[in-house]
């Protein structure tokens, strides 16, 4: 009889939480270009591991980064995306 192996996925922590010197500010885009996906959603807690009170502040944050500019709102704004013009 074979026994298998339980698979125990790892446990996640707020990077906030856990670096308390990691600024988390809407200057910072390449920190939060980490909680955004490529099309530009913000990736949920429950798979980035943030705490309540810092996925809020992210939110926040992200959202003031896309009103200044300094990240896109969709892909289809990045530079790197090119449409098909015909």
């Given at each position: 009889?074979?026994?298998?192996?339980?698979f125990t996925p790892r446990r996640k922590f707020c990077r906030f939480c856990a670096?308390?010197?990691?600024?988390l500010d809407y200057k910072r885009f390449d920190i939060l270009r980490d909680f955004i996906t490529e099309r530009?959603?913000?990736i949920p807690r429950r798979i980035t591991g943030t705490c309540a009170k810092h996925q809020r502040r992210l939110t926040?944050?992200?959202?003031?980064?896309?009103?200044?500019?300094?990240i896109y709102y969709t892909a289809t704004?990045?530079?790197?995306?090119?449409?098909?013009?015909i």
């Open positions: 009889m074979a026994f298998r192996k339980r670096d308390k010197e990691m600024p530009g959603k913000i926040v944050e992200i959202k003031r980064a896309r009103q200044m500019a300094l704004h990045a530079v790197s995306v090119q449409k098909k013009t």
